[in-house]
């Protein structure tokens, strides 16, 4: 989940043989629209953006605890996400995470829903994000960001989508994240 005006969600199913697919993209305008999606979709795990609306998000973890974290990026950690259950949050570096749902893009390794408007919306979203590389003036260090080149809502959510079905705990087949 990807929180601004609206709540983009992105609801993926993960296959222990196959490849991933996504079986649910929407926008939603209240929180309380969410707990009727995991609900409906049996969802084991969810990452939703931690912010700007932290108090909602975090409302919406506290119901369904165990199962909701709320993401925050964090320019300089490397490697692996950091899942905290206590507090309900995973940490994780934002180019490195965009890196690795990026490659599962191109790898073909998750499939999408027959197209529509909103599968076209989010493929538009997709491709509105890319890769810079900056060079800090004082120290001449580079590294590589993402930077925003539209609405990148859909991007974001695919991204914690991502996150949460390399995390998900006791994976069935057919069970949704």
Known sequence: ???????????????????????????????????????????LRVVVDALPETRNARAFAERHRGKVFLNFYREFQKGFY????????????????LDASHNEIMAGEIILPKECEIVSEFAKNLHNVAKKL??????????????????DHFRHAYNYECMARQNCPNLLFGDLL
């Open 134 to 151: 900056e060079e800090d003036e004082e120290t001449g260090s580079k590294r590589y960001v993402y930077v925003k080149l539209g609405p």
């Open 82 to 97: 950091k899942w905290n259950e206590w507090d309900l949050t995973v940490a994780c570096n934002r180019t490195e995470s």
């Open 1 to 43: 989940v990807d929180q601004g005006k609206d709540l983009h969600v992105v609801i993926g199913k993960k296959h222990p043989q196959k490849v991933a697919k996504i079986v649910h993209l929407g926008i939603y305008r209240d929180w309380e629209e969410l707990d009727r999606l995991m609900k409906n979709f049996n969802v």
